[in-house]
């Protein structure tokens, strides 16, 4: 099924969030909110798959919450609307899929992340 | 910003959100830590006291509503800010119903999470110093003090806006409303708390010894200087020393005085170099100090240098409802001491208590109490246990009308002690009398005499008897004496060279 994520956000991340984090904070600081954020994301990702393989719906709408609010901070906008998805009680998506694109979608925004943690904005 | 060293806790379980606010927090120098629960919160926000707290809606274990209403129920008064995802704008609505300052929506930027907390803590600031400013005019203890007075208010604040400072203080005010205990807030207000208070009666110490009291001796320096010793000068170096009854001070030694207070050096009775020490200087008379100065009798120069910040001390009478809290504070105090069972005071005995005018002042409502405690039991003090001298000052009407109103001049303890007992005499010369063993149980009631004919004494008679009677239950120990009084053993040896001296003038 065409998830309902807003695939016209060509980047994974916004850059007036992530940019702003990447130049209003250490460089040191904000590699250490990548890797935190890192973490979250296998951690998360793995509490959604196995929430979705036991049916725990509530497991599965928890770590979909937590993962929308941990995108949200970094501005991957890409990764916070799958996990809203997943929220929505309403949304009738496949939470297979769902738990599959958020592991997509995760990858692609934590390499711009590592990204801007290496070429922060006016670094150059 | 404005708050650099304020702490902030931040409740929220997911890591990278509370990574972010943690950086952004630490960026603008604030101490930061987090709390992933609301227990943990409520835990972190007793132990730690938080200036503002983050607050997360959506908690493991319980919601940011039902943590703020259990950190505000714990008295928890940080500046809470609700932190809320696009969509829950009501719900940070129904937070700032509860209690909450405000709210940041996530995700957001430094700038706004800056101005948010500054605003939250600046409110915050404002109401502690509210409070702080409401609990000053209302407070009723004070170093000591006990007092809600708006006089004693202005005592209070005189004596926190000098205590930082080194400039000396003068402090005024009749017998017994506490000059001492001012002096001795001054000096545990002061950074100099840490370092000796000292106290000298200049009006107690004998006239040729009064310099070597300040500034001591040298060995060999008089007959008796068998040993160098140092005076109160050098005792308080650092700290306060507090020159009582200054106005009994000579002209001479006054000129000794003057040349310490303006450079902070003395020269010990029969050294030959002079020593300098670091002495703030506290001073207090009773009587004017001005009159004292236009009658010759106090340097103008002295006055200058001592009367820098001038504390006057309220009399009883113009102290309102304090009369009946240092009433109850002695009673408490004086009941727990003679093991009584007395826990307060009757309405009328109230009124009485607070119409009365105390020339004596607390001192005086002190033995009052005291002599109450010593001699009556119950659970409240009646009227017919106050001394006669409170009845008559307090409804106007003459003694005898006030015993046919059923309240006894005399306790009948005490008549009959007074009436198988010989009046105690007046003592005319001290030492005859610290000799002798008067009859006179401590404390009786100075007005209790048998015969009713002289039913007023002068309170200095009163005070003469009642110190004798005490001397005489210490043993002629004088400090012990005065601690059974709550006065400074100096009052005693004070008042003792004064009838010594009233004594020998009525035999020339």
């Keep these: ?49 196995t929430s979705v393989a036991n049916g725990d719906e509530d497991g599965y709408r928890r770590a979909a919450h937590s993962l929308a609010g941990a995108a949200a901070a970094v501005g991957a906008r890409r990764l916070e609307q799958v996990a809203r998805i997943a929220m929505d009680h309403r949304n009738p998506a496949d939470p297979r899929a769902l ?23 006016g670094a150059d | 910003m404005a708050a650099a060293a304020s702490r902030i806790l931040i409740v929220e379980d997911t890591p990278t959100q509370a990574e972010v606010a943690g950086a952004l927090l630490r960026t603008l ?27 997360d ?7 940011g509503f039902e943590a703020m209403r259990r950190l505000r129920a714990e008295g928890v008064e940080a500046a809470i800010i609700v932190v809320t995802a696009h969509g829950s704008v009501n719900h940070a609505v129904e937070a700032m119903r509860q209690g909450a300052v405000d709210f940041i929506v996530k995700p957001y930027a430094k700038a706004r999470l800056t101005v948010t907390l500054q605003n939250a803590l600046e409110k915050r600031a404002l109401v502690t110093e509210l409070r702080e400013v409401k609990a000053q005019l209302g407070r009723d203890r004070f170093f000591g003090f006990i007092g809600a007075s708006p006089a004693m208010q202005a005592v209070y604040r005189t004596i926190e806006s000098v205590a930082a400072s080194k400039a000396n203080v003068f402090i005024t005010g009749e017998s017994g409303t506490g000059k001492e205990l001012a002096a001795e807030a001054v000096h545990h207000a002061s950074p100099r708390k840490g370092r000796p208070f000292i106290t000298l009666n200049c009006g107690a110490i004998p006239r040729d010894l009064l310099e070597s009291e300040i500034f001591g001796h040298v060995k060999g320096a008089f007959t008796g200087a068998t040993d160098n010793r140092s005076g109160a000068a050098k005792l308080a170096d650092g700290g306060t020393l507090f020159l009582d009854e200054i ?34 200087i506290v001073s207090a ?27 006057h001390m309220p009399p009883l009478r113009e102290r309102g409802s304090d009369v009946l809290l240092i009433a109850a504070h002695f009673l408490a105090a004086f009941a727990r001491e003679e093991r009584k069972r007395l826990r307060g005071f009757e309405r009328a005995v109230e009124q009485v208590l607070a119409a009365y005018a105390w020339p004596g002042n607390v001192r005086q409502l002190q033995n009052v109490v005291r002599n109450i405690a010593v001699l009556h039991d119950g659970d409240r003090v009646e009227l017919s246990m106050l001394p006669p001298m409170l009845l008559r000052g307090a409804t106007g009407q003459p003694v005898a009308a006030v015993e046919e109103a059923g309240c006894p001049l005399v306790d009948p303890k005490v008549a009959e002690i007074e009436r198988s007992e010989p009046p105690y005499p007046a003592p005319t010369e001290p030492q005859a009398v610290l000799s002798s ?3 006179t149980p401590f404390a009786a009631t100075p007005q209790a005499r048998p015969d009713h004919e002289e039913v007023f004494q002068s309170l200095a008679e009163v005070e003469k ?25 100096s009052t005693i040896y004070r008042k003792l060279q004064a009838w010594r001296g009233e004594a020998a003038s009525s035999r020339h």
């Design chain 1, 99 to 121: 738990a599959l694109q958020v592991r997509r979608e995760a990858s692609e925004a934590l390499a711009e992340l590592a990204a801007l943690a290496e070429h922060p904005p």
């Design chain 2, 247 to 280: 106005g009994e001070m000579p002209l001479d030694m006054q000129v000794k005085l003057l040349r310490f207070v303006q450079t902070g050096t003395f020269q010990p009775v029969g050294a030959s170099r002079p020593e300098k020490v670091d002495v703030r």
């Design chain 2, 285 to 311: 008379t009773n009587r004017d100090p001005w009159v004292e100065v236009e009658a010759g009798r106090f340097r103008e120069d002295l006055y200058y240098r001592l009367y820098v910040v001038p504390l």
């Design chain 2, 465 to 489: 008897r009642h110190i004798l009677a005490a001397l005489d239950r210490a043993d002629q120990d004088v400090p012990r004496a005065a601690a059974m009084l709550g006065v400074n053993p």
């Design chain 2, 437 to 439: 063993s008067p009859q």
């Design chain 1, 1 to 49: 099924m065409a998830l309902q994520c807003e695939r016209w956000i060509v980047s994974a991340i916004d850059p007036e969030i992530a940019g702003q984090l990447a130049s209003d904070l250490p460089r040191e600081d904000f590699v250490r909110i990548v890797r935190t954020f890192e973490d979250d994301l296998g951690r998360l990702a793995r509490i959604l798959e």
């Design chain 2, 29 to 55: 120098g604030l101490e930061v830590r987090v709390a992933e629960t609301g227990a943990a919160a409520l835990e972190q926000a007793q132990a730690w006291r938080p200036d503002a707290i983050l607050m």
């Design chain 2, 57 to 63: 809606l959506d908690l493991p274990d319980f919601s």
